[in-house]
């Protein structure tokens, strides 16, 4: 069974970090890709980016470039998202999602997931 923890969300000021993880089991870990989604409230849920463990390929959606990096440590089977100079609008419920078949643009098809973690929340104070 694919199981997915994340961790490391907290409240944070505007200009801050946070990294998350997502801790994965259930599955070969280098068959996969990995995509973060955030849902605020109010709002449907998005991607913001994904890593194939194949190949290392990565994508990001255009609000979080330059200021997020995805990346992975396939020994511990655990993918982060490294978040930088951090704002308002990035407050949310963070998710991270796996499948085996898709590409890293998949991020932008919530339903072409097909397992997903509880969600760990973001609070940005402004």
């Known amino acids: 069974e694919v199981q997915l923890v994340e961790s490391g969300g907290g409240l944070v000021q505007a200009g801050g970090s946070l990294r998350l993880s997502c801790a994965a089991s259930g599955f070969t870990f280098d068959d996969y890709v990995i995509g973060w989604f955030r849902q605020a409230p109010g709002k449907e849920r998005e991607g913001v980016s994904s890593i194939s463990l194949t190949d290392g390929t990565r994508y990001y959606v255009d609000s979080v470039k330059g200021r997020f990096t995805i990346s992975s440590d396939n020994a511990k089977n655990t993918v982060y998202l490294q978040m930088n100079s951090l704002k308002p609008e990035d407050a949310a419920v963070y998710y991270c999602?796996?499948?085996?078949?898709?590409?890293?643009?998949?991020?932008?098809?919530?339903?072409?997931?097909?397992?997903w973690g509880q969600g760990t929340q973001v609070t940005v104070s402004s």
């Open positions: 999602a796996a499948d085996p078949y898709n590409t890293v643009v998949a991020v932008k098809d919530e339903s072409a997931w097909d397992s």
